[in-house]
């Protein structure tokens, strides 16, 4: 029997670590000799004030779900997948070739086929650490770190060579055509004389992260494989015992994990920028580990997870932009959402379990 309810696990624990990361940040800010309040204040009207911030924190919130899903489906097999920033940057590099080499009709078109390669490439890039960990023994943690940085240098091996545009000094491929831009908030809600998001890059990517949630929910507790996934992360020998192949859940789940992280791209090559630049992933993907640890590793809460963090970021850029609070200080806002609902987890649990096993017995 569980000490906690689940609701406990999964909504109070969250919010107290948040709450207890709100008051630490409170206290950094008034330290520096800010109002608290004032920034609390700023930083929800910048985020959720307008269709404007709306449209920046839905456009983060979509790269964090993506990066949160592939993080949270390697956790369900007992794998951490620090690789999400190199899967997502090989996403791109995916996006790039679709977008810029096959003639599309049509964006919807456009949409499929650079979803399916970005999907491709992040998956390749993550089976190399997921074959080294099913036959090797090669722990999955170092190598998928390794392997960003070698994500990295390969994106930016193609963008001064064969993905640079002739006569340009930037490592930056062409423009992608007109016919595989994504339809943005402001092209899809936009009535009339009414123009709602202007200028947000936030685009019809989100709801494919929203439908991505949805089928990773599916998977995991509606489907066998899902359940092998689940039984291995609970037990490896118990797994093992029950003719669950260790080889094929380790290789299965990391290429779900790499596809996930690959398919951000389709977010902020495709749909943001329009063609593919360095360092276009921003850090997405080691957010992507917050978002899950903070998600509790389901579908559901690393959407909400990720909303948290995409009002952290824009709210940051609002504070940064119209006070005298730096940029950095928002970085460590972040940091200590990490901290508390990762790294101090039991801080908050532990207290929590021992005042519900009082009260059962109290009823009892």
């Known amino acids: 029997m569980d000490v906690m309810p689940k609701w406990a696990d999964v909504i109070l624990i969250p919010l107290i670590s ?8 409170a206290l950094v800010i008034l330290a520096i000799g800010e109002n608290p309040w004032a920034a609390l204040k700023l930083m929800v009207q910048g985020a959720l004030g307008s269709t404007y911030g709306w449209g920046y924190t839905l456009y983060y919130a979509t790269n964090f779900i993506f990066t949160g899903l592939a993080v949270s489906i390697a956790f369900h097999a007992r794998m951490f997948n620090i690789g999400g920033e190199g899967q997502a940057l090989l996403g791109g590099l995916g996006v790039a070739i ?10 919807s078109l456009a949409l499929l086929g650079a979803s399916a390669m970005a999907a491709l490439f992040g998956a390749a890039w993550a089976a190399i650490p997921a074959f080294l960990q099913a036959k090797r023994g090669s722990h999955i943690v170092i190598t998928t770190i390794m392997f960003n940085f070698i994500a990295a240098a390969l994106l930016n091996y193609f963008l001064i060579g064969a993905l640079k545009v002739p006569g340009s000094m930037e490592p930056a491929s062409a423009k992608f055509p007109e016919p595989t831009h ?10 009339g004389e009414a123009t709602l998001f202007r200028g947000a890059p936030a685009n019809v990517t989100f709801f494919v992260g929203i439908a991505a949630c949805i089928a990773l ?6 489907t066998r494989l899902g359940y092998e996934i689940r039984s291995f992360g609970h037990s490896e020998s118990a797994a093992k015992y029950a003719g669950i192949s260790p080889t094929k859940i380790i290789m299965v789940s990391m290429l779900i994990s790499g596809g996930l992280a690959g398919m951000m791209a389709i977010n902020n090559v495709q749909g943001e920028a329009e063609r593919l630049v360095l360092n276009a992933v921003e850090g997405a993907g080691f ?3 917050a978002v899950a640890l903070m998600g509790r590793s389901h579908p559901f809460g690393v959407l909400l997870a990720a909303l948290l963090f995409g009002f952290l ?15 950095e200080l928002i970085i460590v806002i972040q940091a200590l959402v990490i901290l508390f609902t990762g790294a101090l987890d039991n801080m908050v649990r532990m207290p ?3 005042l519900f096993l009082s009260l059962r017995r109290a009823r009892q």
């Open 18 to 25: 948040i709450l207890l990361a709100a008051i630490l940040s």
């Open 98 to 107: 679709a977008c810029l080499y096959i003639p599309w009709p049509h964006w």
């Open 182 to 191: 994504l339809p943005s908030f402001q092209d899809m809600f936009s009535f």
């Open 217 to 222: 929910w599916a998977l995991i507790w509606r």
């Open 287 to 289: 957010i992507g580990i």
């Open 313 to 327: 970021y824009q709210g940051g850029a609002e504070l940064a932009l119209w006070t005298s609070i730096p940029r």
């Open 352 to 354: 929590l379990e021992r």
